[in-house]
């Protein structure tokens, strides 16, 4: 069974600082991860999409990597924003479904 | 349409009565998935259509819960008798292919169980 997990649940950080969004998963055995964004009251919007054979993506300020061995990938975000207030959230692939964590609530404080 | 679009972006019914949720995917999207995300928690796999393949309901948590899709268009979501624990919004989401590829979700529709 495939789960996946969110570390931390909720972040706050001053404007300005870099900062990482942590995403484990128990099933190593998966083609790719796709890591979101949702804002309050909206849909999800697809932000990195790692395939298993790589080990990053980047766009603009934001760097995902992955490491299947270790059930683990990372979203980097670089001189954070107000505007990079929403939560976070990655998700897996698993037969014909997508298995999504809980995401990170962030908060970038002006 | 540029996006999927979901309607209605809200509902709210009775205890007891039947709803029916719609979502048009991205034109050429042959994937469409629905989800389920109750108040302050994680996306909850309903349902998933492919092409002309047999949809995976494995998600559906009960049989007062079905979806359609017509070919590669329109999904209809219904919940009959709903219950105050149907309250969540509903996600649709479609892609080009089956996943890997980018997944792209409505705004959702927010049901209200009274």
């Known amino acids: 069974k495939q789960e996946v997990t969110q570390i931390p649940a909720a972040l706050s950080v001053p404007e300005g600082e870099n900062l990482v969004l942590n995403c484990s998963f128990t099933d190593s055995a998966i083609y790719n991860l796709q890591w979101f964004r949702q804002d309050p009251g909206k849909g999800l919007t697809s932000l990195l999409l790692?395939?298993?054979?790589?080990r990053e993506q980047t766009s603009g300020r934001l760097n995902a990597s992955l490491d299947k061995s270790s059930g683990r990938s990372t979203l980097y975000i670089a001189a954070s924003q107000p505007g990079d207030s929403a939560t976070y959230l990655c998700?897996?692939?698993?037969?014909?479904?997508?298995?999504f964590g809980k995401g990170t609530r962030l908060h970038i404080l002006p | 349409g540029a996006g999927v679009s979901q309607s209605p972006s809200n509902k709210v019914t009775e205890k007891g009565k039947d709803v029916e949720l719609r979502c048009d995917p991205i034109s050429g999207h042959t994937a469409l998935y629905w989800y389920r995300q109750r108040l302050g928690q994680g996306l909850e796999f309903l349902i998933y259509f492919q092409g002309n393949s047999a949809p995976d309901k494995s998600g559906l948590p009960s049989d007062r819960f079905s979806a359609e899709r017509t070919g590669e268009s329109v999904s209809t979501l219904t919940i009959q008798r709903t219950q105050q624990e149907d309250s969540a919004v509903y996600l649709c989401a479609s892609s080009l292919e089956a996943w890997p590829e980018k997944l792209f979700f409505g705004s959702g529709t927010q049901l209200s169980v009274l």
């Open positions: 790692i395939q298993s054979s790589q």
């Open positions: 998700a897996v692939p698993l037969d014909d479904k997508i298995i």
